[in-house]
């Protein structure tokens, strides 16, 4: 079946710029998660969604970052006023029923955001 | 979630079995024991979990000492699309904390 989806798969911007950077999970996965990964280390957490309902923010870095799942599937991570700093792999997963843990989390190929 | 510890690196011959370490020694109870994958350009790939017992299934093996502070991922015979970066990551099994806490994990090279 298919897999999650992220689009696009590659931006470039310019520094100041506004992006968006969309989430396609498994159908019928009900959590969802964006993480970021700079070059060289591990995935970081940024925020988790249970359903249409942002469950867990504590990883987004400041404001100028925001998600949102208005109907509990896709999901859109935006980012305002873009700093090079932000330029790493988005990520995306989506699992099924959280409360059955232990879970697999799904991975999307990722969005390269690189920032000039 | 607890910490991991994790060797930078590792290289196996193909067809040869490829043993992984991974340390915790702060582990709790309701930790589960996750490993994952990152091929090169990919997102991540679930491998095996595990909480007490050893676990086996069409990817690996996992073998998770007695007093669960340490356990190693076993892949039995390693080909060329084993070589990836292996995460090895402790899940907190209660409510309220979902997400995955990754660390450098180990970078396999796998010698044809």
């Known amino acids: 079946g298919a897999g999650v989806s992220q689009t696009p798969s590659n931006k470039v911007t310019e520094k100041g710029k506004y992006v968006e950077l969309r989430c396609d999970p498994i159908?019928?996965?009900?959590?969802l998660y964006w993480y970021r990964q700079s070059l060289g280390q591990g995935p970081e957490f940024l925020i988790y969604?249970?359903?249409?309902?942002?469950?867990?923010d504590s990883g987004l870095p400041n404001d100028r970052f925001f998600a949102v799942r208005p109907e509990g599937s896709v999901s859109t991570l935006k980012i305002q006023r873009t700093e090079r700093g932000d330029s790493a792999v988005y990520l995306c997963a989506s699992s099924p029923d959280v409360s059955r843990a232990p879970y697999e989390q799904y991975f999307g190929p990722g969005t390269r955001l690189t920032v000039t | 979630d607890a910490k991991t510890t994790q060797p930078n690196s590792m290289e196996s011959n193909e067809e040869e079995p490829v043993h992984l370490p991974c340390n915790h020694s702060t582990i709790s109870g309701t930790d589960y024991i996750h490993w994952y994958r990152q091929l090169p350009s990919q997102g991540p790939e679930y491998v095996i979990h595990?909480?007490?017992s050893n676990v086996n299934n069409r990817m690996a093996s996992l073998a998770i000492a007695e007093d669960r502070k340490s356990s190693t991922l076993i892949l039995h015979r390693a080909t060329l699309r084993d070589a990836a970066v292996y995460y090895c990551i402790l899940k907190y099994s209660g409510a309220g904390s979902y997400q995955l806490t990754f660390g450098k994990g180990t970078k396999l090279s796998v010698i044809p």
């Open positions: 595990g909480l007490t």
């Open positions: 969604f249970q359903g249409t309902g942002a469950a867990d």
């Open positions: 159908s019928g996965h009900t959590a």
